[in-house]
């Protein structure tokens, strides 16, 4: 019973740690999180060895919400496109 304690208070731990790594990486805080809760140490040096992400890939993971041409139009390019879309 108390080794399962201790497990599973050394899972929240490292889970934790690997959680504030994540997340000042801008990466998924939960999943990190898991995976931290699982494999301890091993997903803490993984974490801490991963480059942080910059804005334009993270708005990657999102960029399935919109339309692909509208990343690299401007705002006229934009509003042509709803103005034609109207008529």
């Known amino acids: 019973m108390k080794l399962l304690l201790i ?5 929240v731990i490292f889970g934790g740690a690997c959680a504030i790594v994540a997340s000042n990486k801008g990466r998924d805080v939960l999943g990190w999180f898991v995976l931290g809760f699982l ?3 091993i997903a803490l040096i993984v ?4 480059t942080p992400l910059d804005k334009a890939q993270a708005a ?9 041409d509208e990343e690299v ?8 496109r709803s103005a034609n879309l109207i008529d």
């Open 7 to 11: 497990i599973g208070l050394v899972g």
């Open 39 to 41: 494999f301890n140490l």
């Open 47 to 50: 974490i801490a060895a991963l």
């Open 60 to 68: 990657e993971g999102a960029s399935d919400k919109r339309l692909p």
């Open 73 to 80: 139009m401007g705002k006229d390019e934009r509003l042509n």
